[in-house]
């Protein structure tokens, strides 16, 4: 399961859950299993509204739905809580020889966001300490944020600190750093909206 494509369906689902539940370690799972999860759902929830199916089909379909729902939201949580753990033991053992090869690319950048907070945090406060520093308390650097409406659609594109953003669609509304919008309002990709 770990390099090959996996075909999904609601008993394999449930066995990638039941795995990453039962082992303290995060599981390995197919780079595009959050792409391949999407398609899952949506061709559920396509079942549920089928006209072609009866009402008991449609109801069954509806719950299977709502299993559905509950076991990606477990899965997510207890990888969430997994991730957090990981990064939480190499801010505090400062070692480079925690194992992330399990992170799918979209749980790296969980994983380094948390990673670099801890460790700010860690130096600013526990490290002054230590070395008999006073603790600098600087407000907070909040990042500034434009809201932007897209005026054409702008494939999934990657920031100067590795985030990923969109994809987005015409006409779709995003509150994006301001660096990141001025960028796409000056390709005429987006329009700022205003208050």
Do not use: C
Request: aromatic share 8%.
């Amino acid at each position: 399961m770990e390099e090959k494509s996996i075909n999904l369906t609601y008993e394999t689902l449930f066995e990638l859950f039941t795995r990453e539940k039962n082992r303290e370690e995060l599981q390995k799972l197919d780079a595009k299993f959050y792409d391949e999860l999407l398609s899952y759902l949506r061709e559920k929830k396509g079942s549920a509204e089928n006209p072609m199916f009866s009402d008991e089909e449609k109801q069954r379909s509806r719950r299977q739905v709502e299993n559905i729902i509950k076991i990606i939201k477990e899965l997510y949580d207890r990888r969430e809580k997994k991730i957090i753990f990981m990064a939480l033991n190499k801010t505090r053992t400062n070692s480079g020889t925690i194992d992330s090869s399990a992170l799918l690319e979209e749980e790296q950048q969980l994983f380094n966001s948390v990673v670099q907070v801890l460790s700010q945090h860690r130096n600013e406060i526990l490290n002054s300490v230590l070395n008999d520093s006073p603790v600098v308390r600087t407000a907070s650097k909040q990042q500034t944020n434009k809201l932007i409406r897209f005026l054409h659609d702008v494939p999934k594109f990657v920031g100067k600190e590795l985030e990923i953003y969109g994809p987005f669609k015409e006409e779709d509304v995003a509150n994006l750093p301001a660096e990141v919008a001025e960028i796409l309002l000056k390709k005429g990709k987006a329009e700022e909206i205003e208050g």
